[in-house]
């Protein structure tokens, strides 16, 4: 999962083509096309076959603005973002990793149906909120997690989730614990590869499933 929309994304997302890692690109509509940001006209090619979810427009610290700028910060992200990629963009992560519950009710009413914070649980648990989903660890702590994900089986439905910025890769001259992570990571015969909206609308599912008091029927809405 990373954010800004960055052109160190381009090198991350081949990376993850080769590896058949997916991920999830939280955007700010409104800064593209400038400094270090991708143009909006590679967005849909560059992200295709991972996710693009929201960022706000412009990246401010929510919890500091007025109700009626955090819903247009939202509402006009998921809208320009939408009218570049085609498809309904119902995902985000909070700028600088800030939020409030008044926050989460307006995401919540701007169609937003899950938001990533910047906080780690370091375990490999599903998100009992997906309004404030803490990833796995941040990508300077992936090989160790890593590592210990492939030898985890102490139950089903374990995620691994890493996030991050790709420029960071630039600034701390470690591009090489990424490949690592990828060649470490890739073709994993037991391993689901899945961009956040998947996550959401799998768990989402199976937690609609409808069973008899003794368990042996199942209705699958």
């Given at each position: 999962?990373?954010?800004?929309g ?21 955007i ?70 800030t ?9 919540r009413?701007?169609?937003?149906v ?22 796995t ?6 090989l ?18 890493v ?59």
């Amino acid at each position: 999962s990373y954010d800004d929309g960055v052109v160190q994304d381009r090198r991350l997302v081949k990376l993850f083509n080769e590896s058949g890692i997916k991920g999830t690109f939280h955007i700010n509509s409104g800064i593209l096309d400038q400094g270090n940001r991708i143009a909006s006209s590679e967005l849909k090619a560059l992200y295709a076959g991972h996710e693009v979810s929201c960022h706000t427009v412009t990246h401010p610290f929510l919890e500091r603005l007025p109700r009626t700028e955090i819903e247009r910060e939202i509402r006009e992200d998921r809208r320009r973002l939408e009218e570049l990629c085609g498809y309904p963009v119902i995902g985000m992560s909070y700028p600088f990793g800030t939020w409030n519950d008044e926050i989460i009710g307006i995401a919540r009413s701007c169609g937003i149906v899950y938001s990533r914070s910047t906080r780690t649980s370091g375990g490999f648990g599903i998100p009992q909120n997906f309004m404030a989903w803490d990833a796995t660890c941040h990508h300077r702590e992936m090989l160790e997690k890593g590592a210990a994900f492939r030898e985890f089986n102490r139950y089903p439905l374990a995620i691994f989730y890493v996030w991050g910025h790709a420029y960071e890769f630039d600034n701390n001259s470690n591009w090489h614990e990424m490949e690592e992570f990828c060649r470490m990571m890739s073709n994993l015969p037991d391993v689901w590869y899945a961009t956040n909206i998947e996550i959401y609308r799998y768990l989402e599912a199976i937690r609609s499933l409808v069973t008899s008091a003794d368990g042996g029927i199942v209705y699958n809405p």
